[in-house]
């Protein structure tokens, strides 16, 4: 019997197979070990984009973002197509998207530093209130809320929570104008990392609104609506 299984080994080459699939799988890892391409894929997350916008909004040179990007393309984690002069790139598929964003809640729950540097950062904003997802879908639906969509606009236009009214960050001011010191208002923006929504309740509240926080973005509202369906 041991023979047998001795033999067996022999004729099926495991351990190549073995070798082979995690090198595989560890091209992912190499490709992910950059925190400027993880940023890029986040964007990327929000919608589609191009060199040049994404590497005004991160500050990078274009020539660093196409570097890093032709990275992520070897590794097919991103995948473009060309509309006029401009390259636009896309994630290659939703499922990206669910790793990325179970990689920021692994994080969170293993390394300490990444709650620290949440919490310092958003000490900022102490006085701010959050409402979740659930509650903010529920106020809408009573007619008692409006809830603002704060990213660029690109990203509302690439998708964005139903019934979510698209309001930049450089339109905040000129909106409220609009409304009614009374309205309740609720902001979110790219989920739980992004600050835009902190910034933009933050100024609503200086301006007289009581407006809250929604730290849930598309994602999750994906996520929301696969469980009560």
Not at 21 to 43: M, N, P, T, V, W
Not at 90 to 115: C, Y
Not at 142 to 168: N, Y
Not at 184 to 194: L, T, W
Request: charged share 25%; with cysteine; net charge negative.
């Amino acid at each position: 019997m041991v023979e047998g299984m001795k033999v067996m080994s022999q004729k099926l080459p495991i351990r190549a197979f073995k070798d082979d699939l995690y090198r595989q799988f560890a091209r992912i890892g190499k490709c992910l070990s950059s925190d400027k391409r993880l940023e890029l894929l986040h964007l990327l997350s929000q919608g589609p984009k191009s060199v040049e916008k994404m590497a005004e909004v991160t500050g990078m040179s274009v020539a660093n973002v196409s570097r890093h990007l032709q990275i992520l393309l070897d590794a097919n984690l991103v995948k473009f197509n060309k509309k006029g002069t401009y390259v636009i790139y896309t994630l290659a598929s939703l499922d990206i998207e669910a790793f990325l964003n179970s990689l920021w809640r692994i994080s969170e729950l293993q390394l300490g530093d990444v709650v620290r540097i949440k919490t310092d950062f958003m000490s900022r904003f102490a006085d701010l209130q959050t409402l979740s997802l659930n509650e903010v879908l529920g106020k809408m639906e009573e007619g008692s809320m409006i809830l603002l969509d704060v990213r660029p606009s690109d990203e509302f236009e690439a998708e964005h929570i139903p019934g979510a009214i698209s309001v930049p960050m450089g339109d905040l001011h000129h909106y409220l104008q609009s409304l009614p010191k009374g309205t309740q208002i609720a902001a979110y923006c790219r989920g739980p990392y992004c600050v835009f929504a902190a910034e933009a309740v933050q100024q609503m509240q200086q301006e007289g609104f009581t407006a809250f926080v929604m730290e849930e973005g598309v994602y999750e509202w994906r996520e929301y609506q696969a469980q009560i369906h």
